[in-house]
Structures are given as structure tokens and as C-alpha cells.
T-cell receptor, first 113, second 114 residues
Framework: GEDVEQSLFLSVREGDSSVINCTYTDSSSTYLYWYKQEPGAGLQLLTYIFSNMDMKQDQRLTVLLNKKDKHLSLRIADTQTGDSAIYFCAESRYGGSQGNLIFGKGTKLSVKP | DTGVSQDPRHKITKRGQNVTFRCDPISEHNRLYWYRQTLGQGPEFLTYFQNEAQLEKSRLLSDRFSAERPKGSFSTLEIQRTEQGDSAMYLC????????????FGEGSWLTVV
């Protein structure tokens, strides 16, 4: 996972926006993903973006992609305590034709009431 | 809503024993993946199947590991002669080729080798 980097921790207050950042290295990556993991659980797919897009919005989630800087961000509006979890950024290489997702180490989001 | 199902969810085994995990993918998905996740790390790719063919294996998949998907539906991951370093969560995922390659994960199988 060393090719995908994320900050390890983020703490916000309930109701604020959270922004989780990610950098990746492979310019050939075609899909970039955000997954959420709660303690002891598997990974929940939150959203993904195709590399020819620069923004995708889905309810409270906004994904921004800066392909030139290889920077991906996830913004969560009106963050709730239920959003507390670890968020993983992942890139799909080989044109998305295979399954080798490369994950970051995850950002632990803590939401304070 | 039948997502990716994994069994068992937790397994404690003694070093040197063999263990087997089963994964049932989402029913129409033709691709199936295995990943491993250790504490504080992101998941690491192990192997992937398209239908019954195993198309890619990571160098992490030592010769003590074997995965099968005999009929292109469920898959098993066997670890022989387990070592303490095998303690991890083993995640299965599936996707449908062509659908944006959206990959859905199961809840994982926790392995503790004592």
C-alpha cells in the first residue's frame, strides 16, 4: 500500500465537513475508490470515480480528482458520529481490467459530538 | 440483498494446522478476489479469478496458500501449515466485469494462529 498515501487520522466535530485526502502514483490508474471500514467489519464501497472525471457527487459525499497532481479527496458534508470509521483510498491499475486494487493505509475519522 | 458472504467469520488455530475459508460472491458476479489485511494496514491483493480461471496471483501468496473456484461460483482459500504471521483478516470480494469494475467486499474472515 505504500504507493497510495493517506494521512492516518482526522478529527472533526459533528455537523462539520470532513475532507480526507489521498495521493497515488500510477498515472495509468483508471478507477479510484473510497471504501469505509468500521471496527471488525469488511469494507463498504462508498463511491468511485473514473479517471476522466474530476468530480463526482453522491448525497453527502463529494469526490474530487486532480489527475495532474494524482490527488484524490473525499468530502463528507454534515459529518455524523456514525461516519466514524477508517476510510481507504484505492486505485485500480491495468486499465481496470483486473482486480489488483492498491489500497492506502487508511484514514481514521473520529467525529466528536 | 445477498452480498459477498464469507465463512467462518473467525478462526483460531494452532500453528502448523491447515485452515480453509469459503467465499460466496454476489450471485451474478464473474470475478472473485482474495485480499489479506493486517492490523493498521490496508488490504493487500492475494489472487483473483474470472469465472473458474485463476488469472493473477500476488507474490504474497506463498506455496502454503491455495485458492480454488471450481465451478466459477464459490471459492475456497486454504492455508497449509499455518504460521503466526498468517494471522490477519482474509477478505473476499467480487465484481461483474464491465460494470465500472465496482468491487464489493465481504465481512472478512479473521484468522488467529496461536
Amino acid at each position: 500500500g505504500e504507493d497510495v498515501e493517506q494521512s492516518l487520522f482526522l478529527s472533526v466535530r459533528e455537523g462539520d465537513s470532513s475532507v480526507i485526502n489521498c495521493t497515488y502514483t500510477d498515472s495509468s490508474s483508471t478507477y479510484l475508490y473510497w471504501y469505509k471500514q468500521e471496527p471488525g467489519a469488511g469494507l463498504q464501497l462508498l463511491t468511485y470515480i473514473f479517471s476522466n472525471m474530476d468530480m463526482k457527487q453522491d448525497q453527502r459525499l463529494t469526490v474530487l480528482l486532480n489527475k495532474k497532481d494524482k490527488h484524490l479527496s473525499l468530502r463528507i458534508a454534515d459529518t455524523q458520529t456514525g461516519d466514524s470509521a477508517i476510510y481507504f483510498c484505492a486505485e485500480s491499475r491495468y486499465g481496470g481490467s483486473q482486480g489488483n486494487l492498491i489500497f492506502g493505509k487508511g484514514t481514521k475519522l473520529s467525529v466528536k459530538p | 440483498d445477498t452480498g459477498v458472504s464469507q465463512d467462518p467469520r473467525h478462526k483460531i488455530t494452532k500453528r502448523g494446522q491447515n485452515v480453509t475459508f469459503r467465499c460466496d460472491p454476489i450471485s451474478e458476479h464473474n470475478r472473485l478476489y482474495w485480499y489479506r489485511q493486517t492490523l493498521g494496514q490496508g488490504p493487500e491483493f492475494l489472487t483473483y479469478f474470472q469465472n473458474e480461471a485463476q488469472l493473477e496471483k500476488s507474490r504474497l501468496l506463498s506455496d502454503r496458500f491455495s485458492a480454488e473456484r471450481p465451478k466459477g461460483s464459490f471459492s475456497t482459500l486454504e492455508i497449509q501449515r499455518t504460521e503466526q504471521g498468517d494471522s490477519a483478516m482474509y477478505l473476499c470480494a467480487s465484481s461483474l466485469q464491465g460494470r465500472g469494475n465496482t468491487i464489493y467486499f465481504g465481512e472478512g474472515s479473521w484468522l488467529t494462529v496461536v
